[in-house]
């Protein structure tokens, strides 16, 4: 089994930057990507950024411009790095893993517990 732990979470103001990571454990060599999802309270979860071994990094718009996802595979942590938050940015922030993608849509099969983000105005 994958496991996804996440991490980094807080309290910030607006304009602030914020750094999440998330651990992968388990068996996590046949994972296609890795993403960061993040739900509002009231809100369906929305997609944020996600980094593929062969296709590259991926951002919303919402956040393109301000967030950054990378890895490092030798840690096996994947991070979503935040800058210039907004109050609209508060959510809980999911990591995720897809094993595959078909026609063009990744298949996230294991999820972190979250780590909440919240920012203030």
């Known amino acids: 089994q994958v496991q996804l732990v996440e991490s980094g979470g807080g309290l910030v103001q607006a304009g602030d930057s914020l750094r999440l990571s998330c651990v992968a454990s388990?068996?996590?060599?046949?994972?296609?990507?890795m993403g960061w999802f993040r739900q509002a309270p009231g809100k369906e979860r929305e997609f944020a950024a996600r980094v593929s071994w062969s296709e590259g990094t991926a951002y919303a718009d919402s956040v393109k411009g301000r967030f950054t996802i990378s890895r490092d595979d030798a840690k096996n942590t994947v991070y979503l790095h935040m800058t210039s938050l907004k109050p609209e940015d508060t959510a809980v922030y999911y990591c995720?893993?897809?094993?595959?993608?078909?026609?063009?849509?990744?298949?996230?099969?294991?999820w972190g517990q979250g780590t909440q983000v919240t920012v203030s105005s």
């Open positions: 388990g068996r996590t060599f046949g994972s296609y990507a």
């Open positions: 995720a893993a897809a094993l595959r993608v078909v026609r063009g849509k990744y298949e996230y099969e294991y």
